[in-house]
């Protein structure tokens, strides 16, 4: 796989890109007045703060697709009763849209959300996305309306970048990607008073769009090169596989609007265009599985990542279960303990990629859907006809920069349908043509050199080998967890099965008990 190799590595140092997730600037402050009654708001000031606390009622979240209000998470008053006469808007917009890394064919519009006052006490301290108020909701804006330099905290930090902005004077404003998470600390002295804008972004259909920007010459050409194509062919594989950077939302499409790509993301995206090949864009789950060290504390020292799945979707094990049932397959055809090919049930045959799972796919399912300690766990399905260009390293960066909080997403403003939730997201560019009678084997999963220095030439591997469960409350983030195991004088064990000798040279195939 020379020419792959020399792709990924190409993908990593060459490829041009900006990845910034948010912009700051200043310009003239906003007016508020009372929507009923047309009555300036005077801001700063004690009688403005009044007005609009009088107003306004205590902010919900979304977590999920649930709305809470829940003061220890979120805390903060708001109104939409109240009209904002801001001159510099669409200077504004006009200056986001040179500094975020969007596309060039976008054309943006900002909608009044709510009113935010922030009182001593008052944060959003937990880190959230904001949902999408409208297929076009792309960016979130925040500009200060007279408090800025009355007020001490209340700044909005970012999880990527190590970035925060705080307003200091009337008219400071913050521009982010919807989709990227973020916190308000909490106010410490004084009142922030904000107006919160959804910025929406419309693709120009006559605009000129750009066919070089961020585009680079080698990938192009290691991408289209034929000798790529024969060493995947020989792989028996057609595609290339690239792991985005951020989360988009499918909003209700088969597949995610190409126009939302931004930053590296959207430079890839131009790369595989270039090349004329077929590429196609998909969701898909990162799932994880860590080795925890005798030697380790518990309090310091991570989890060790041992390796990644990128799944094309995670299925509830009870819902397999169910659609086995109604096919009539018993417990040995459905895992692959008969000699027989596995019947996939209709509902499924989408996920899985065939009409019926070979005695070896059916074993790898199971070998990762194991139930242990009465605690069944999800069906995780690969892709297929995949070979990733990117390691277990990156899907983990990839993970940390969309943190999420437990019992799903938390947004910042309202629970949204999860049809519409930001997912994980892959570029698949077809680099041969398979045959469609075909059917393409499961993708490898993306391993990391065990880092006890167990011997090269004994792999070792737990049983229940990805097993998925939420992270530990103790974790910042939620994560798909393959499995977890002890590391004993560089001995791999997992305390509760067997252990299993896996050939380092085929990713994960068990040759021995």
């Not at 220890?72 to 109240?82: I, L, M, N, Y």
């Not at 769009?209 to 990938?219: L, N, P």
């Not at 989408?350 to 070979?358: D, E, I, K, P």
């Amino acid at each position: 796989m020379r020419l792959f190799q020399r792709l990924c590595q190409a993908v990593g140092s060459n490829l041009k890109h900006d990845d910034r997730v948010f912009c700051v600037g200043t310009t003239c402050m906003p007016r508020l007045t009372e929507r009923a009654t047309g009555k300036l708001i005077p801001l700063p000031g004690a009688a403005g703060i009044a007005a609009l606390l009088a107003i306004s009622s205590p902010a919900q979240f979304g977590l999920g697709g649930k709305n809470v209000r829940d003061l220890s998470v979120r805390r903060v008053q708001e109104t939409e009763q109240v009209d904002v006469d801001w001159p510099g808007l669409n200077a504004v917009l006009a200056e986001v849209a040179h500094k975020l890394p969007i596309g060039p064919t976008l054309r943006l519009e900002a909608r009044l959300h709510k009113v935010l006052t922030y009182s001593p006490g008052d944060h959003f301290d937990s880190f959230h996305a904001d949902s999408k108020r409208d297929p076009a909701h792309f960016c979130s804006l925040a500009v200060d309306c007279g408090t800025g330099a009355h007020c001490e905290g209340g700044e909005v930090e970012f999880s990527q970048q190590d970035g925060k902005f705080r307003a200091e004077k009337a008219g400071d404003w913050c521009c982010w990607f919807a989709a990227q998470p973020h916190r308000v600390r909490p106010v410490i002295r004084g009142h922030r008073v904000v107006a919160l804008f959804n910025v929406l972004a419309h693709e120009e259909c006559n605009a000129q769009r750009s066919t070089s920007a961020g585009v680079d010459d080698e990938v192009t050409r290691l991408l289209a090169a034929p000798e790529l194509a024969a060493e995947l062919k020989s792989r028996d594989v057609s595609r290339v596989g690239f792991l985005l950077r951020h989360r988009y939302s499918l909003d209700g499409e088969r597949e995610p609007p190409a126009w939302q790509l931004r930053g590296r993301d959207r430079a890839l995206y131009q790369v595989a265009k270039a090349t004329g090949l077929p590429v196609e864009l998909a969701t898909c789950e990162l799932c994880f599985e860590y080795f925890e060290s005798d030697a380790r504390d518990p309090d310091i020292d991570p989890d060790v990542l041992s390796r990644v799945r990128i799944a094309r979707r995670v299925t509830d094990p009870d819902e397999y279960d169910s659609l086995c049932n109604d096919a009539g397959l018993d417990e040995e055809s459905r895992w692959g303990y008969s000699d027989e090919a596995v019947e996939v049930p209709g509902p499924l045959r989408h996920v899985a990629g065939t009409r019926q799972l070979s005695e070896g796919d059916a074993s790898r399912l199971h070998e990762t859907t194991w139930d242990c300690d009465e605690e069944k766990r999800p069906v995780i399905w690969p892709f297929r006809d995949v070979a990733w260009a990117c390691d277990a390293r990156e899907a983990e960066r990839v993970d940390c920069a969309g943190e999420v909080g437990f019992g799903g997403p938390m947004w910042g403003n309202e629970a949204v349908f999860e049809m519409f939730w930001y997912q994980h997201t892959v570029m698949l560019v077809d680099v041969w043509t398979r045959d469609p009678g075909c059917v393409a084997p499961f993708a490898e999963d993306l391993y990391v050199r065990d880092p006890f220095e167990a011997p090269a030439s004994r792999r070792l591997w737990p049983a229940n080998v990805a097993n998925m469960c939420y992270g530990s409350a103790e974790k910042v983030t939620q994560k798909r967890t393959l499995a977890v195991a002890c590391c004993k004088d560089n001995f791999i064990q997992e305390t509760k099965c067997e252990t299993l000798i896996v050939d380092p040279n085929r990713s994960g195939a068990p040759i021995q008990s």
